[in-house]
Nanobody, 114 residues
């Protein structure tokens, strides 16, 4: 069993930055998963992909965040999402996902507003 816990969300002004963390605990490290990812869900919208990172280090980004967000990992248990040049449309609950099999975190709220 694996638990994913996100942190780092909050309120930030447009143009600001935040770094989200996803810490994995349990019987597996993040390197044992094929892919780790960040997804987000805004009110009234479907959950959407933000960024993913494969076990061999290949990143993938949604077009809406390319050039602004960076997904990375620094150790065997933590995945990060560095978010720069934030926009109001980035406001959402951000979720960490591990696969395969699929595990989700509980989410962390990011609000971009002046």
């Amino acid at each position: 069993q694996v638990q994913l816990v996100e942190s780092g969300g909050g309120l930030v002004q447009p143009g600001g930055s935040l770094r989200l963390s996803c810490a994995a605990s349990g019987t597996r490290t993040i390197f044992s998963f094929y892919r780790m990812g960040w997804y987000r869900q805004a009110p009234g919208k479907q959950r959407e992909l933000v960024a993913t990172l494969t076990s061999d280090g290949r990143p993938n980004y949604a077009d809406s965040v390319k050039g602004r967000f960076i997904i990375s990992r620094e150790n065997a248990v933590t995945v990060y999402l560095q978010m720069n040049s934030l926009k109001p449309e980035d406001t959402a609950v951000y979720y960490c996902k591990a696969e395969v099999p699929v595990y989700w975190g509980q989410g962390t709220q990011v609000t971009v507003a002046s």
